[in-house]
């Protein structure tokens, strides 16, 4: 296992390099870059994500002496169409402090030999280090994702179960279109409904719209802070929830009907045993294994992909909006800085997985499957 453990590890290596290389690449040939951003702000003509956007590149990108001009190069122009009459020396300027002005396979190299010391450097557009942006926004994802986790596995296992045990009743029957219908809705349009009907949207006002706490929350003493702490991730863990449960209920169901099928279950039965004994006592543990096992990758997955527009849909200032702020302002530190190190997370994470496999069932040798 030792060695299966090694090689999972090198392996990390050349996929989290393939990875970083490929989004790189498409990112550089994306058109409104950094250097873009700030030429339409200089403009006038700029789209900001969020009202947080500064529009100011580390906070001394653009000088007080830059001055507008009516000409500009004609290679300046090539390179940034929307750049008409802006002083060609201002743009050189931007090129050196973003340092576009070095080729680009200088700058990769550059990145990467940084983020394996895990120095990210700072935000273009945000006068603080991207280490200290993520971990300032990681407890509201971390908050989502582990509620919604634990919320999901808990609806799922034992609806499940059920499902399989009463396959073909009723309850079946009726449970299944529930999950269907909860499968066909994304997410963020539930999430859009539940405003509607909850948030003041046009009904009722039972639930706030913004933030993950009240803005008097330090005044509070701690039972109330608590409540205030649900009362706000009522509805965007709800939302995320909805979508979720679906498939691993799905998943449960069609694992315990698998193993229910099996010679050794009715062996078990004809021995005697209770329903219940055999259910729980044979059946569960082969058939959680691949429920359980998957928890480490539908953690990863529901923290840093599906909570992503319900932050932005309830302005929670978690990873999610930070991730999507730093798309729409080309920020590239933020961009490169994040999926380096949840790339890696994630694939961490999926070893941690094939291991809780090992760990669920022991007959199961990935060293051995691989000779």
Same mark, same amino acid.
């Given at each position: 296992?030792?060695?299966?453990?090694?090689r999972?590890?090198? $392996?990390?290596?050349?996929?989290?390099?393939? *990875?970083? =290389?490929?989004n790189?690449? *498409?990112v +550089?040939?994306?058109?409104?870059?950094?250097?873009? +951003?700030?030429?339409?702000?200089? +403009?006038?003509? !700029?789209?900001?994500?969020?009202?947080?956007? #500064?529009?100011?590149?580390?906070?001394?990108t653009?000088?007080?002496?830059?001055?507008?001009?009516?000409?500009?190069?004609?290679?300046?122009?090539?390179?940034?169409?929307?750049?008409?009459? =802006?002083?060609?020396?201002?743009?050189?300027?931007?090129?050196? +402090?973003?340092?576009? &002005?070095?080729?680009?396979?200088?700058?990769?190299?550059k990145?990467?030999?940084?983020?394996?010391?895990?120095?990210?450097?700072?935000?273009?557009?945000? &006068?603080?280090?991207?280490?200290?942006?993520?971990? #300032?926004?990681?407890?509201?994802s971390?908050?989502?994702?582990?509620?919604?986790?634990?919320?999901?596995?808990?609806? #799922?296992?034992?609806?499940?179960?059920?499902?399989?045990?009463?396959?073909?009743?009723?309850?079946?029957?009726?449970? #299944?279109?529930?999950?269907?219908?909860?499968?066909?809705?994304?997410?963020?349009?539930?999430?859009? @409904?539940?405003?509607?009907?909850?948030?003041?949207?046009?009904?009722?006002?039972?639930?706030?719209?913004?933030?993950?706490?009240?803005?008097?929350? !330090? %005044?509070? %003493?701690?039972?109330?802070?608590?409540?205030?702490?649900?009362?706000?991730?009522?509805?965007?863990?709800?939302?995320?929830?909805?979508? /979720?449960?679906? !498939?691993?209920?799905? @998943?449960?169901?069609?694992? $315990?009907? &698998?193993?229910?099928?099996?010679?050794?279950?009715?062996?078990?039965?004809?021995?005697?045993?209770?329903?219940?004994? =055999?259910?729980? /006592?044979?059946?569960?543990?082969?058939?959680?294994?691949?429920?359980?096992?998957?928890?480490?990758?539908?953690? =990863?997955?529901?923290?840093?992909?599906?909570?992503?527009?319900?932050?932005?849909?309830?302005?929670?200032? /978690?990873?999610? @909006?930070?991730?999507f702020?730093a798309?729409?302002?080309?920020?590239?530190?933020?961009?490169?800085?994040?999926?380096? $190190?949840?790339?890696?997370l994630?694939?961490?994470?999926?070893?941690?997985?094939?291991?809780?496999?090992?760990?669920?069932?022991?007959?199961?040798?990935?060293?051995?499957? &691989?000779?």
């Amino acid at each position: 296992m030792l060695a299966y453990i090694i090689r999972r590890l090198l $392996f990390i290596i050349p996929t989290l390099f393939g *990875i970083m =290389v490929l989004n790189f690449l *498409i990112v +550089q040939a994306a058109p409104g870059g950094p250097i873009e +951003q700030i030429v339409a702000k200089l +403009q006038g003509n !700029s789209v900001e994500a969020t009202a947080r956007f #500064s529009g100011s590149a580390n906070g001394d990108t653009v000088s007080s002496n830059a001055t507008m001009r009516n000409s500009m190069s004609s290679d300046v122009t090539s390179r940034y169409p929307g750049a008409q009459g =802006v002083d060609p020396e201002l743009i050189k300027e931007l090129e050196h +402090q973003f340092g576009f &002005d070095e080729p680009l396979y200088k700058r990769f190299f550059k990145m990467i030999w940084n983020y394996t010391r895990f120095d990210f450097g700072k935000s273009y557009f945000r &006068d603080d280090q991207v280490v200290d942006l993520v971990i #300032s926004k990681m407890p509201v994802s971390i908050s989502l994702g582990l509620w919604t986790t634990l919320i999901v596995y808990l609806i #799922s296992i034992p609806l499940g179960i059920r499902k399989a045990v009463k396959d073909g009743s009723s309850f079946d029957v009726w449970t #299944s279109a529930v999950i269907i219908a909860g499968y066909a809705i994304p997410s963020f349009l539930f999430a859009v @409904l539940l405003i509607v009907l909850f948030a003041g949207g046009r009904y009722f006002e039972w639930f706030p719209l913004r933030g993950l706490v009240s803005d008097n929350w !330090s %005044d509070l %003493d701690w039972p109330h802070r608590i409540l205030d702490y649900f009362w706000h991730i009522a509805l965007p863990i709800l939302a995320m929830v909805i979508g /979720g449960f679906a !498939s691993l209920t799905m @998943l449960t169901k069609n694992s $315990f009907l &698998d193993e229910i099928n099996k010679q050794y279950v009715l062996t078990a039965r004809a021995k005697g045993l209770t329903e219940h004994r =055999v259910l729980y /006592g044979h059946v569960f543990r082969n058939a959680m294994l691949i429920v359980i096992a998957g928890f480490p990758g539908a953690f =990863v997955s529901i923290l840093f992909t599906g909570a992503m527009l319900i932050e932005v849909i309830f302005s929670l200032d /978690g990873m999610g @909006l930070l991730g999507f702020e730093a798309t729409i302002n080309r920020d590239y530190p933020v961009m490169f800085g994040t999926l380096y $190190f949840f790339t890696l997370l994630g694939l961490v994470m999926n070893l941690i997985g094939d291991l809780a496999y090992v760990a669920t069932d022991p007959r199961i040798d990935f060293e051995a499957r &691989d000779t």
